[in-house]
């Protein structure tokens, strides 16, 4: 780190431009010597990335130009070639544009109230007693260390029509009718259940990651912003929120680029079969190839999924590197 | 070279008496069920789905024992899930290490016979094969040859609260009309508790709206020169789900986004009259796993033990559902496969299964069914029923839950009948035609 950092110093540069140039090749030559350790040292990582992502992600691209069926699948066929055609298809659908806008505006939903949530959940450690900020992060450790499926399953029992327990807790306020009340006849009703779910088990990491950022935000600064009269916002808007902004960006692409590919709150909450109205992309796409055994036309709309992530990607890359050149 | 290799291996495994098990794509496509193969260290694998787990267990035990004793070989059964066992059976068989038997309901197995993925059979080898149940035995046919073997029937019935009745001087329905008063009464006389349904109808439950739309004189859809064409907005069917709606939306307080997978345990709360079900859930009904996660574990009475009966569903038809068996094209040990599938399907098998109120796979046996009490009432719906269109394509209605979609719209209010209708039609159009 230090071998690539120092030699970049300017300083010394302007002073003596003979020396300096001679330093220049020398800089050079070790950087390629120093460029080789690195890139044997990442090979098996690379490898192996290569080998589990690489390879399906190039497979999933070739089959999204072909014709795949379960005549092929059983009898061992080469698939046939058909151009766009799987492309075509997904672009002329009218159920496709319905599943984008309804995947966007649950990312968009679900991101929003996870990272606002998370905030108040970290500023909150930072008021609390130790001993209770150690009981809220064990807590939210549990809840990150739970796997989606098992959550899932748990959340449908809750929301059941015939036994949940919270048809039952709200059937018990005066004057309120909820017995075997149906959460997901209403689309509006199961998707906030779903978004639900989905902030539950996002707001762990946001507001872990946040709380470290917080320890960062110098305690002077606030003193300082509390002597000069600044209200709580104030300082919240003017001091927290600009310097945890890096890593707010961060967390929030994650959420973004996580929320994006939503498959197993709503497959499992809708019992391996969602409805229209609770379709989103990875589960349309699923649905088409395995479902319907349309692998082409499923690679493909897999394929339209990540493009259109990988503007996300990209932005949360340069942010990394930012970072990174900070440090 | 190669040949006088294959000859003397040829030769040797006759004279260890291990002829031809798995290289019997050689001779030829046909697995033979009465080849004698020394099985001793082979274990074939079956996927069975789960409700001869929790439904019947003894009869799959008692046909491994006898095949162990035939063959040598051990068998490994997997129980599968309905909602996902097709996407895993895709999967496991573009691989090469592929189950040798696989259970599929009567409505799939044309997908998969259509695109190649099981073995034909030599039908006169199975038991009963000249009475085979042609609900459950047309999906196995294909070009004049078998692909599949009949396992098991099931006709619905209606399953009623005996105590209720009683308690309101009802009798079984011999009629819709009657049904209906008798769903009103029940109503009337417990409708005080919220949760009580007079008739528990889950809103995608499409075995039973479709049993109206049949009822009704309805189809779902039919063939049109070499077009398909779904029916269900024509009147007659229009009809059936218009009644079918009325019930579910005025007798029964269940989720109208549910299918019926729960109704059972729905119906052990005690807190419906009546619902529609196979014969066999009359027993589950009652008698419920103390684990239900251990099918296997002790069995605990529920609170309608004693007080349910059935009864044929009047003016409805029953679905004709059930499963066959099918040995896959990739089995490694296709004539075992197809010898264990022949023991299972036998004569003895389905009496087992007779017993535990399950519909045997031929029409000679449905006499016997019909003797056991309990099962009467199954036995003589099984004498009245309907199937889904025959169609290669018919399991992608199926996987596209186009139907339960259609009901659920109807059940929860979003769509009326003719419109929901309508566009189940073009959707079927769709898949059914599609290339």
Redesign the interface.
């Known amino acids: 780190m230090t071998v690539v950092d120092s030699p970049s110093a300017p300083v010394q540069q302007p002073a003596a431009p003979d020396p300096a140039d001679g330093r220049a090749k020398g800089r050079r030559r070790s950087a390629t010597r120093a460029g080789f350790a690195p890139l044997a040292l990442t090979l098996p990582a690379l490898l192996l990335l290569a080998g589990l992502l690489g390879y399906p992600l190039v497979r999933m691209v070739i089959l999204s130009f072909q014709s795949l069926?379960?005549?092929q699948?059983?009898?061992n066929l080469p698939p046939e070639n058909i151009g766009l055609a799987n492309y075509v298809k997904i672009f002329t659908n009218q159920t496709f544009y319905e599943v984008v806008a309804r995947t966007v505006a649950f990312t968009v939903a679900s991101v929003l109230i996870t990272v606002i949530l998370g905030l108040a959940v970290a500023l909150l450690m930072r008021r609390v007693a130790p001993s209770v900020r150690i009981a809220m992060i064990v807590a939210m450790m549990f809840v990150w260390a739970m796997p989606q499926l098992v959550a899932t399953q748990t959340f449908r029992w809750l929301v059941?029509?015939?036994?949940g327990v919270l048809n039952y807790l709200i059937d018990l306020l005066p004057g309120v009718?909820f017995?075997?009340h149906?959460w997901?006849?209403?689309p509006i009703q199961g998707w906030i259940v779903i978004t639900a779910i989905v902030v539950w088990a996002g707001i762990p990491f946001i507001a872990i990651t946040l709380n470290a950022g917080l320890t960062q935000v110098p305690k002077e600064l606030l003193e300082a912003a509390t002597v000069d009269g600044a209200s709580a916002w104030q300082t919240l808007r003017s001091i927290t929120i600009p310097i945890l902004k890096p890593l707010l960006i961060i967390v929030t692409t994650l959420s973004v680029i996580w929320n994006f590919g939503l498959f197993t709150q709503v497959y499992v909450v809708r019992?391996?079969?969602p409805?229209?109205e609770y379709q989103v992309l990875a589960t349309w796409a699923y649905?088409t190839a395995?479902?319907?055994?349309n692998y082409g036309l499923g690679s493909a709309a897999a394929v339209v999924t990540v493009l259109m992530l990988l503007g996300v990607m990209a932005f949360y890359m340069r942010q990394m590197f930012k970072i990174g050149d900070v440090d | 070279m190669k040949r006088r290799i294959a000859v003397a291996a040829a030769l040797a495994a006759t004279l260890v008496g291990a002829a031809a098990c798995g290289s019997s794509s050689d001779s030829s496509d046909t697995p033979n069920a009465n080849a004698s193969v020394n099985g001793a260290g082979k274990t074939i694998k079956v996927w069975l789905m789960v409700d001869a787990q929790s439904g019947w267990p003894e009869v799959v035990k008692q046909a491994n024992e006898r095949f162990t004793a035939a063959t040598g070989a051990q068998v490994q059964v997997d129980y599968q899930q309905w909602?996902?066992h097709?996407?895993k059976l895709?999967?496991t068989?573009?691989g090469s290490d592929v189950p040798d038997v696989v259970e599929l309901g009567n409505t799939e197995m044309p997908?998969?016979v259509f695109?190649?993925?099981f073995a034909p059979l030599d039908k006169p080898q199975f038991e009963n094969s000249a009475q085979w149940l042609t609900g459950l035995s047309a999906p196995c046919e294909l070009d004049g040859k078998t692909y599949c073997v009949p396992y098991y029937a099931g006709a619905r019935v209606l399953l009623y609260r005996t105590d209720l009745y009683t308690k309101a001087g009802l009798t079984p329905p011999k009629t819709y009309d009657e049904l209906i008063n008798a769903a009103k009464v029940l109503k009337e006389k417990n409708g005080a508790d919220?949760?009580f349904s007079a008739f528990y109808m889950p809103g995608?439950y499409w075995y039973a709206a479709m049993a109206w739309v049949h009822g009704n004189g309805g189809d779902i859809a039919k063939k049109d020169g070499d077009k398909w064409v779904g029916t269900l907005s024509e009147p007659a069917a229009q009809q059936g789900l218009t009644k079918w709606a009325e019930l579910a939306k005025t007798y029964s307080?269940?989720?109208?986004?549910?299918?019926e997978?729960?109704q059972d345990?729905?119906y052990a709360?005690g807190k419906s009259g009546m619902i529609y079900g196979n014969g066999w859930e009359l027993g589950a009904v009652q008698e419920q796993p103390k684990d239900p996660n251990d099918p296997a574990s002790a069995k605990v009475k529920t609170k309608v033990n004693g007080k349910v009966a059935t009864a044929p569903l009047p003016g409805i038809p029953s679905f004709l559902g059930g499963s066959d068996v099918a040995v896959t094209?990739?089995s490694p040990n296709a004539d075992l496969a197809a010898k264990w599938a022949q023991i299972f399907t036998d004569t003895k098998s389905q009496e087992g299964l007779i017993a535990k109120g399950v519909l045997p796979n031929a029409t000679t046996l449905l006499d016997k069914a019909a003797a056991v009490k309990g099962n009467e009432a199954t036995a003589q719906a099984a004498k009245e029923t309907w199937f889904v269109p025959m169609a290669p394509k018919w399991s992608?209605v199926e996987?596209?839950?186009v139907l339960?979609?259609m009901l659920?719209s109807i059940a929860?209010g979003k769509a009326t009948v003719p419109d929901a209708a309508k566009e189940a039609d073009a959707k079927i159009n769709e898949?059914l035609n599609a290339s």
Do not use: C, H, M, W
């Open positions: 069926g379960l005549r699948l059983f009898g059941d029509s015939d036994f009718d017995a075997n149906s997901f006849a209403d019992n391996g079969r409805e229209e649905s395995f479902k319907n055994n | 909602t996902d097709l996407a895709d999967t068989l573009a997908k998969y695109n190649g993925a919220k949760q995608k307080s269940g989720d109208p986004t549910k299918d997978s729960d345990a729905v709360q094209a990739k992608d996987s596209a839950n339960q979609n659920a929860t898949i």
